[in-house]
């Protein structure tokens, strides 16, 4: 512990996440819903603050959780920062990721802020230039796209109870 969950916008790391905090017994914690309870909704902060200053706050609030004995999800672009990348080096990761053609439903109606405007276009260039990182990172890849969702849950259950032995 803890367990994280990193990968793109909208690849379904929270909804795994959270039933795979049920299935280990284990505490579930969202950084982003962190950030929305300690600082309000993530695009105010964005319009209001900036990027960077968000980034801050994420890092912060990303530090605090790994620091728990607990299934973690982290926002799409917590890896960006270095010291994230350093801290999740040694931990257990799993990287969910998912088509475009997928999360063009899943984004349908949502107003996050680095992909407004633009929708899928925007996320496949976000997901592309951190691809890289997320690939490095992971101890374990899972693609949501299709995999029924208890599915993945009982496939990470598993696999980090083997890990941990």
């Known amino acids: ?14 909804k795994i996440g959270r039933r795979v905090a049920r299935g280990l017994g284990v505490p579930f914690i969202d950084t982003d819903q962190r950030i929305v309870a300690q600082h309000g909704p993530i695009e105010q902060i964005f319009t209001r603050d900036g990027e960077e200053r968000f980034r801050q706050i994420e890092r912060e609030v990303v530090a605090d959780a790994l620091r728990e004995q607990a299934v973690v999800s982290l926002g799409g672009g917590a890896v960006l920062d270095v010291d994230t ?27 996050r802020p680095l992909v407004a405007g633009d929708g899928v276009a925007a996320w496949e260039r976000i997901f592309t230039a951190r691809r890289p990182i997320y690939e490095r990172l992971a101890t374990l890849t899972i693609d949501s796209s299709r995999t029924p969702m208890m599915r993945l849950v009982d496939h990470v259950v598993a696999w980090h109870k083997e890990e941990q032995r």
Do not use: N
């Open 1 to 14: 512990m803890p367990l994280v969950f990193i990968g793109p916008m909208a690849a379904g790391k929270s």
């Open 85 to 111: 990348q350093a801290e999740l080096a040694g931990a257990s990761v799993v990287y969910v990721t998912v088509s475009a053609a997928a999360v063009a439903e899943r984004l349908a109606g949502t107003d």
